[in-house]
């Protein structure tokens, strides 16, 4: 198999095409020729020069990535770009890229992941993005508080980071609505749907004040650890396709 059949089939797999307007990122093969015959596939959530280098030292020949090295187009090839590209090139490694398609699968991403961890039922498509989706809603089995929630999130790879809460709704909580990553900008989109917490990664300083005026929990699980479940969930679809495959874990702690 080369690089260019398994991005095909990605590809349609994540429905790329419907997230090519709203995306900065584009998605699909960023770097490498579709020729590249590939064997062994490493999966990493950031294509950073620390992932691309371990890729290479497990031998592989594509590496998977959420973040890749191009957002908005690349003018020139130097300082972090050409880090990135220049060992990519020289240790003949393809880069593959699923951005916010992967956030938005509902059963390979993100908060698909995310949801999958809690054991949600009742599960709908949430964040609404250019007509797309990029989460997930769904509902617990029972109510719980919001630090029992919280807690259900601590064995996410944090870096050693604490689960963060801005705790500014409910008593108990029971419907959950979920964007991965940076996702406060949907705290809106979660009270209009009746949401009772919103789970992102990372915060923002007016999310703090938005929560507390609007009567919101929102949990702050990671940047990083919210978004290692879309990856992974494609390593294991590759791996059926009889490829070997490494996970490279690189927490950033945001």
Same mark, same amino acid.
């Given at each position: $198999?080369?690089?260019?059949?398994?991005?095909?089939?990605?590809?349609?797999?994540?429905? /790329?095409?419907?997230?090519?307007? /709203?995306?900065?990122?584009?998605? =699909?093969?960023? !770097? @490498? %020729?579709?020729?590249? %015959?590939?064997?062994?596939?490493?999966?990493?959530?950031?294509?950073? !020069?620390?992932? /691309?280098?371990?890729?290479?030292?497990?031998?592989?020949?594509?590496? &998977?990535?959420?973040?890749? /090295?191009?957002?908005? #187009? $690349?003018?020139?090839?130097?300082?972090?770009?050409?880090?990135?590209?220049?060992?990519?090139?020289?240790?003949?490694?393809?880069?593959?890229?699923?951005?916010?398609?992967?956030?938005?699968?509902?059963?390979?991403?993100?908060?698909?992941? !995310?949801?999958?961890?809690?054991?949600?039922?009742?599960?709908?498509?949430?964040?609404? $993005? #250019? @007509?797309?989706? *990029?989460?997930?809603?769904?509902?617990?089995?029972?109510?719980?508080?919001?630090?029992?929630?919280?807690?259900?999130?601590?064995?996410?790879?944090?870096?050693?980071?604490?689960?963060?809460?801005?705790?500014?709704?409910?008593?108990?909580?029971?419907?959950?609505? *979920?964007?991965?990553?940076?996702?406060?900008?949907?705290?809106?989109?979660? &009270?209009?749907?009746?949401?009772? !917490?919103? *789970?992102? =990664?990372?915060?923002?300083?007016?999310?703090?004040?938005?929560?507390?005026?609007?009567?919101?929990?929102?949990?702050?699980?990671?940047?990083?650890?919210?978004?290692?479940? @879309?990856?992974?969930?494609?390593?294991?679809?590759?791996?059926?396709?009889?490829?070997?495959?490494?996970?490279?874990?690189? %927490?950033? @702690?945001?």
């Amino acid at each position: $198999m080369n690089a260019g059949d398994i991005a095909a089939r990605l590809d349609d797999r994540l429905d /790329i095409e419907a997230y090519a307007d /709203i995306d900065a990122s584009p998605n =699909g093969l960023q !770097v @490498g %020729p579709a020729s590249q %015959p590939v064997e062994h596939v490493a999966f990493a959530v950031d294509a950073a !020069v620390e992932t /691309i280098d371990r890729a290479d030292e497990v031998g592989a020949d594509l590496l &998977v990535t959420h973040h890749g /090295i191009v957002w908005g #187009g $690349m003018e020139r090839v130097t300082g972090t770009n050409y880090r990135r590209v220049a060992p990519l090139i020289d240790n003949d490694l393809a880069l593959y890229v699923a951005h916010l398609p992967l956030d938005g699968h509902q059963s390979l991403g993100n908060a698909a992941g !995310v949801a999958d961890l809690l054991d949600l039922n009742n599960r709908a498509p949430f964040g609404s $993005m #250019g @007509g797309e989706n *990029i989460g997930q809603q769904g509902t617990l089995a029972g109510p719980q508080t919001v630090s029992e929630l919280a807690d259900s999130l601590e064995g996410l790879d944090t870096g050693g980071q604490p689960v963060q809460v801005l705790d500014f709704g409910p008593s108990t909580v029971e419907d959950v609505a *979920i964007v991965t990553g940076s996702g406060v900008d949907w705290l809106q989109e979660a &009270v209009e749907a009746d949401a009772d !917490v919103l *789970i992102t =990664g990372e915060g923002k300083q007016k999310a703090f004040h938005e929560a507390r005026e609007q009567g919101m929990h929102v949990v702050l699980a990671g940047h990083y650890a919210t978004e290692t479940f @879309g990856v992974q969930s494609l390593q294991t679809v590759v791996e059926d396709w009889g490829l070997e495959t490494t996970y490279i874990d690189c %927490p950033t @702690g945001l």
